[in-house]
């Protein structure tokens, strides 16, 4: 089953896919292999730099482990999950909109098994998320249809 984030945002969804904030997968590798101090570590590692984020129509805010990228037809926005009991579930909470037109440059870096995505705004603001290999289709296609580049 697609996700589909159009009631949250009020128009007709184009595309979108589930993200991860960037460096999670490597803070989640990192706390498996480094057993309890690694887990601790990476723990504070990962509420330090989600803390940072700040407010604002197009900063990326703290979305925890998994967000969902959408574009529509004039904007691009992070819609907030919940775990469900067998995948993630879209709330009809946004938590970062910004119009397509304030959008200078989409870049989807694929990798193996993480691939990277990267949205960089006019103003110099830069949205940057991991993608799972499993949603890496779908992140293609999101990139593709806001105009970007998948390398």
């Not at 103003?123 to 949603?135: I, S």
Request: no cysteine; aromatic share 4%; proline share 3%.
């Amino acid at each position: 089953m697609a996700y589909d984030a159009s009631q949250a945002l009020g128009a007709q969804e184009i595309a979108g896919s589930l993200v991860n904030p960037k460096g999670f997968t490597k803070r989640a590798a990192g706390m498996a292999v480094g057993g309890v101090v690694g887990s601790a570590i990476g723990s504070a590692v990962m509420a330090r730099q989600q803390g940072e984020a700040t407010t604002g129509a197009v900063e990326l805010p703290k979305f925890g482990r998994v967000g969902y990228v959408a574009a529509t037809a004039d904007e691009i926005a992070l819609v907030k999950t919940k775990s469900g009991l067998l995948k993630m579930k879209l709330t009809d909470q946004v938590l970062a909109r910004a119009p397509r037109s304030e959008i200078e440059s989409v870049e989807l870096d694929k990798g193996v098994l993480v691939s990277h995505l990267k949205v960089a705004f006019t103003n110099g603001v830069l949205w940057q998320f991991d993608v799972p290999k499993a949603n890496s289709k779908s992140a293609q296609k999101l990139t593709q249809a806001l105009g970007g580049n998948v390398t």
